[in-house]
């Protein structure tokens, strides 16, 4: 049996998706740029992307620029903020995607930025009181904090961060890219300034995201040329992928009612299956509190050798993870901030909106096996 656990990583294309694409690519071949009418018809699916995303999320078309990845929406996002509000401090947390967390320390290293970390518990999630007495020292400044963390799934409440930050004047900047299609956003009530989603998260192609930036905030581009994005991103636009993102996102919005509960079922599956087989596991985050549907991250004690463990996994036929797929196996500095004692193997299982019950069994009986655990459910 072969059971794809790691959505987290990056989610398969949705067959709607793979549909729209292929017949886009028979039809739509112009430079967006061009006057004439194969360019006329590539910026008309550009546009009608662009207006659909923004009427998905409750934003204006204006609000949306496009972008490679989560990652550059994270970059310009944060790189832009700084520098167009001559921001001096910023406020983050150490159990960010390292997309955000390694352009901050850059922009600290080059000088740019006091760095502040806030302390997140040993469930990942954060303390209100302590932004707020960091916002007495430091209005008018940046915050940027993760919607739902990749790896473990504890979720911030945008809206509670969001007015805090405003109301010393400060902007706020949320990684939404593991959120964006899971969850119900509008963004002309929710208190952000900037917003990152990338399409492979949510059943689109790789290599396309965006940035929402709301009315009146500052934002700049990193990649300079031509006038593309109302001159925020140079380079002929990847009209194919645009277009899909907004087809994947329309996917999502129109089935949530059906698989969001679903999916939730499964990972409670998933949790009480391992709790009562192997009553050592430990949850990490807190995938009973304010979670995300899609994760369960546990460390399952008494078993040397990560490689081991997902070489073994993988074997027989289970793909997850040991946190985000980005840190390439390495270890990760989200455990390694909020369970700094973990011992034994740490394995990040996430769920998809098609993943079933056989499939969770099937992965608690290898896990099990691979354990050397006995298989007799007490
Ligand atoms: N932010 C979070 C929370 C992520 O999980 C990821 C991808 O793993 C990214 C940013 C980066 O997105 P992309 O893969 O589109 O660069």
């Known amino acids: 049996m072969n059971v794809y656990l790691d959505h987290a990583a990056t989610t398969p294309l949705h067959s709607e998706v793979k549909s729209c694409l292929i017949s886009l690519m028979d039809e739509v071949n112009g430079n967006p740029s061009s006057i004439h009418r194969y ?49 001096r401090h910023v406020l983050s947390s150490p159990i960010e995607h390292h997309a955000v967390l390694n352009t901050f320390r850059q922009l600290a290293d080059n000088g740019e930025i006091e ?29 940027s904090l993760m919607h739902a963390n990749n790896e473990i799934g504890t979720m ?31 963004l002309q009530d929710l208190p952000v300034d900037y917003l990152a989603g990338s399409a492979h998260k949510f059943y ?10 709301a009315s009146g905030c500052k934002v700049g581009p990193l990649i300079y040329g031509g006038g593309q994005e109302k001159r925020l991103r140079a380079g002929t636009e990847n009209v194919h992928g645009i277009y899909a993102m ?46 995300h549907y899609t994760v369960v991250n546990v460390t399952l004690p008494k078993f040397e050798g990560q490689a081991l463990f997902f070489a ?6 289970i793909a997850a993870s040991g946190g985000s797929a980005c840190s390439g196996g390495g270890s990760s500095h989200v455990i390694e901030t909020i369970n700094p004692e973990a011992e034994g193997v740490t394995v990040r299982f996430s769920i998809g909106t098609s993943t079933t019950s056989e499939e969770i069994e099937y992965t608690v009986d290898k896990v099990m096996e691979i354990m050397g655990v006995t298989t007799e459910v007490a």
């Open 39 to 87: 360019g006329r018809d590539a910026r008309q699916k550009i546009e009608e992307a662009r207006k659909n995303i923004a009427a998905m999320l409750g934003a204006e078309p204006t609000e949306i620029c496009f972008t490679s990845s989560g990652t550059e929406a994270d970059n310009m996002a944060v790189i832009t903020a700084v520098r167009q509000n001559n921001i």
């Open 115 to 143: 760095l502040d970390f806030i302390t997140p518990d040993s469930k990942g999630h954060i303390d209100l009181n302590e932004i707020e007495d960091w916002l007495k020292k430091h209005p008018g400044s940046l915050v």
């Open 156 to 186: 911030i409440d945008l809206k509670e961060v969001g007015d805090l930050c405003h109301s010393y004047d400060a902007l706020f900047h949320t990684d939404t890219v593991q959120t964006i299609g899971y969850f119900n956003f509008n």
């Open 204 to 213: 689109g192609p790789k290599g396309i995201g965006f940035l929402y930036h």
């Open 246 to 291: 907004a087809k994947a996102l329309e996917v999502m919005e129109q089935s949530r009612q059906e698989f969001a509960p679903v999916m939730k079922k499964r990972k409670q599956e998933l949790i009480d299956k391992i709790s009562s087989r192997i009553p050592e596991a430990h949850f990490n985050g807190d995938p009973e509190g304010q979670s």
């Open 312 to 317: 073994r996994l993988d074997q027989a036929g």
